[in-house]
């Protein structure tokens, strides 16, 4: 009988962040190398919950300071913090232009194949220019949201899906979701990881966007930074702050990463 792997990151869906069915088989002797630990259904049970997590994406406005958890995405936040599997990351990420996707990548893979943690947890704490990225493409247009993010981003080419493998046979190929090619949001997403949204990040852009006169609408700030917000990218959790949910994640256990 064929041997098939239960690896977490087989197929997990883009746009819920929910786990698909595992494909159940024996595992693979020592003698052909598995490629993959078996995974615990850990990763699988939170990536469920936070697909049915609600997501408040329509305000009208939105104060400066998030005092109350209808205001983010509590549900959802708390079913990360309390995630309890051993390996979890949470990454700093702050430059859109950076190389954060491709670290995520990185380690993603290397602690999947390399050590054997298939049910590890990689967060983004998403928060800076990188948080533009998290805006869908109607509110970049709407927004001018290019002038923020720099030279080389004349649309949120990375939220762009790309129809790329991920059999985890696959693995070495760089051309598949676990290579270079693999450094969207869209495709981490697909491997399981979080992406986490700043308030604080919201209203900063809403402010340069009003010093810019950027305001078609003539809009309060309050209810632009609410539309920015109803505009995050499906999947994405809102935090009421990321630099203050970082010492959360890392209470709960998470490794910091930057």
């Not at 549900?75 to 913090?81: F, N, R, S, T």
């Not at 390399?114 to 967060?123: A, N, Y």
């Not at 609410?226 to 990218?233: C, G, S, V």
Request: proline share 5%; charged share 20%; net charge negative.
């Amino acid at each position: 009988m064929k041997d098939v792997f239960l690896s977490r990151r087989r197929c997990l869906e883009v746009s819920a962040l929910a786990g698909c069915s595992m494909l159940l088989g024996g595992g693979v002797s020592a003698a052909e190398g598995p490629i993959a630990a078996r995974e615990t259904g850990e990763l699988r049970s939170l990536m469920e919950k936070l697909a049915k997590a609600p997501r408040r994406r329509d305000f009208k406005t939105v104060p400066m300071i998030l005092d109350t958890p209808d205001q983010w995405d509590a549900e959802a936040l708390d079913a990360i913090i309390a995630y309890r599997d051993g390996m979890k990351q949470v990454w700093d990420n702050t430059e859109i232009g950076g190389p954060w996707l491709n670290l995520m990548r990185n380690s993603l893979n290397a602690q999947v194949f390399s050590f054997r943690h298939p049910d590890f947890l990689e967060v983004s704490a998403t928060h800076g220019s990188a948080q533009l990225a998290l805006y869908d493409q109607t509110v970049w247009d709407k927004y001018q949201l290019a002038t923020m993010a720099g030279h080389d981003f004349k649309t949120n080419t990375l939220i762009e899906a790309k129809h790329l493998p991920i059999d985890i046979a696959a693995h070495e190929d760089p051309k598949s979701v676990f290579g270079p090619a693999g450094n969207t949001i869209p495709a981490l997403q697909q491997r399981g990881v979080v992406f986490m949204a700043c308030h604080n990040a919201v209203w900063e852009h809403t402010a340069k966007l009003l010093e810019k006169g950027i305001n078609p609408d003539r809009l309060s700030h309050e209810a632009i930074a609410a539309e920015l917000t109803n505009h995050l990218i499906e999947g994405v959790v809102l935090t009421p702050g990321i630099v203050a949910t970082i010492p959360e994640l890392q209470q709960a256990g998470f490794h910091y990463a930057k």
